[in-house]
């Protein structure tokens, strides 16, 4: 009688509660071959990829995006690309929002502080309205006063002054006017206005923060200088035009009567000659606008940009006066001031005018040059 080896059954984890004859596993026996070993081995890789965290295919599909990003020519990324993987497949942030001088994208130095901001600004400013109101009202005053004092004797008609014929007619008048502003109300005005462009920004610690905006040195200048011209030519033109309206209103549209001689020359004549004596105003005035826009460059002090562009006016009439200079007194700013009396004689000399149109535009064009080469080199602190 043979002796049979007999195995026990091994209970097989697929079945419940390990039964061998569950039918999932009929023989009793653990799968093995091609497909059991198959599972095994799934199963295993599942488990090691669930403890490492799946890593390694993870790092295998970044490899292979990387080589399908990076062209075979060695260029640049194609558009599917990852973008920060440059030409040289190393990994770089690139802002694409850079423009190629490397100023951000829509970034355009002439849009930046606009003319129009800048008038806005200023016009709403307190000493805008004070100036152009204590303007506009000067001839009114002289208007009451020409009316509230009696008429004086008038001297020969040689000797006759603009003061003399002021109350003829409105053309009179308004020389009148500009004669007595111009030399010192008119000054203060152009000061006031191109003096206190820049420094006044620097006084309120705003012209770093207006520099970083960023506005570009030159076209912070320029904006400034053009606003402020704007002004100061308006300041000027405001005392004749509303001496004509207040003098035609009080003495009526009558000929002119020329200062020295007293000759008569009809109102249509005359107003042309007024307009050029206007003009020339406005030239002399810019030697006074060029100086106080220089100081207002340099110095963070508005008062001191408007009272050092005064005083050059107030220091060169006195050195004027001083018969003993000869020739020299010539290329003071202030001694063709009043070249424009000679338009309002029979016949015009234009000399004077010309010499004095010409040194102020001189002085007026190196002083604002030298301002933006001062501007270009100075630290901004405040």
Not at 168 to 197: E, K, M, P, Q, R
């Amino acid at each position: 009688m043979s002796q049979e080896h007999v195995t026990a059954p091994r209970p097989s984890g697929d079945g419940p509660d390990g039964d061998p004859c569950d039918p999932r596993n009929g023989d009793g026996r653990t799968p093995s071959g091609p497909a059991g070993g198959d599972a095994t081995a799934g199963a295993a890789h599942a488990t090691e990829n669930a403890e490492t965290g799946a890593a390694v295919p993870a790092v295998a599909g970044a490899a292979r995006a990387t080589r399908a990003a990076r062209p075979a020519n060695g260029g640049a990324p194609s558009a599917g690309g990852d973008p920060a993987i440059d030409a040289n497949g190393d990994a770089r942030r690139r802002d694409d929002s850079a423009a190629g001088d490397g100023s951000a994208a829509g970034y355009r130095p002439r849009r930046t502080l606009p003319l129009w901001v800048e008038f806005v600004r200023q016009a709403r400013r307190r000493r805008t309205m004070v100036v152009f109101g204590l303007l506009a009202a000067l001839p009114w005053i002289l208007v009451a006063a020409f009316t509230l004092i009696p008429s004086q004797a008038r001297p020969a008609a040689s000797a006759l002054r603009t003061v003399d014929l002021a109350t003829d007619s409105a053309i009179n008048f308004a020389i009148f006017v500009l004669w007595t502003s111009a030399s010192f109300l008119l000054v203060v005005a152009v000061a006031v206005f191109c003096g206190d462009s820049v420094a006044s920004e620097a006084n309120w610690s705003s012209l770093r923060y207006l520099l970083a905006a960023p506005v570009p040195r030159d076209r912070l200048l320029r904006q400034k200088l053009t606003v402020a011209l704007a002004y100061a030519a308006a300041a000027v033109v405001t005392v004749p035009v509303m001496a004509l309206i207040a003098g035609t209103l009080a003495f009526g549209w009558n000929d002119v009567r020329l200062p020295g001689t007293g000759e008569s020359v009809a109102a249509g004549e005359a107003l042309p000659r007024f307009a050029i004596v206007v003009g020339y105003t406005l030239l002399n005035q810019l030697v006074v606008a060029a100086l106080a826009f220089l100081l207002s460059a340099t110095t963070d002090s508005p008062l001191g940009a408007v009272g050092g562009a005064v005083g050059l006016v107030i220091v060169s009439n006195i050195v004027q006066a001083v018969e003993d200079l000869g020739e020299l007194r010539q290329f003071l700013p202030t001694y063709w001031n009043t070249a424009w009396l000679d338009v309002l004689a029979i016949e015009v000399d234009w000399g004077g005018m010309a010499r004095g149109a010409a040194l102020s535009v001189t002085y007026g064009v190196l002083l604002m040059a030298l301002a933006f080469r001062r501007f270009r080199r100075k630290d901004i602190v405040s």
